[in-house]
């Protein structure tokens, strides 16, 4: 019963959640919808020769991020953010690091 409730108790974190459900959807959406075709401008970015340095980049404002982000938050108790946030930082910190070894192995 207490799920039904969530939108009113916490209408600030119910909403992101569902913004990044929806992002998340979308992309795999996009990528369902056109798996064969490869002129799509974005595409074509995160493909070329230079996408070393983005996800570089990428890698290295995830480190910054995250080591400064959870060094505020804090990490005592059950009830803290520093779970949830560490969660977020493994999942995004995995897919950014594939693309970092996809763009220079793949070259």
């Given amino acids: ?19 990044m459900v929806t992002v998340i959807l979308g992309i795999a959406f996009a990528a369902a919808k056109s798996p ?20 570089a980049l990428l890698f290295v404002a995830w480190a910054v991020g995250f080591g ?3 060094q505020a938050v804090p990490h ?10 560490a969660l977020i930082a493994l999942f995004s910190g995995f897919f950014i690091t594939m693309g970092l070894i996809w763009s220079v192995v793949g070259e």
């Fill in 68 to 70: 400064l982000l959870l």
């Fill in 1 to 19: 019963m207490t799920l039904f409730t969530l939108p009113f108790q916490h209408p600030v974190e119910f909403w992101c959640a569902v913004a």
């Fill in 36 to 55: 064969e075709r490869r002129d799509i401008r974005w595409v074509k970015a995160i493909t070329s020769p230079n996408t070393k340095v983005l996800f």
């Fill in 76 to 85: 005592t108790g059950a009830n803290s953010p520093y779970g949830g946030i």
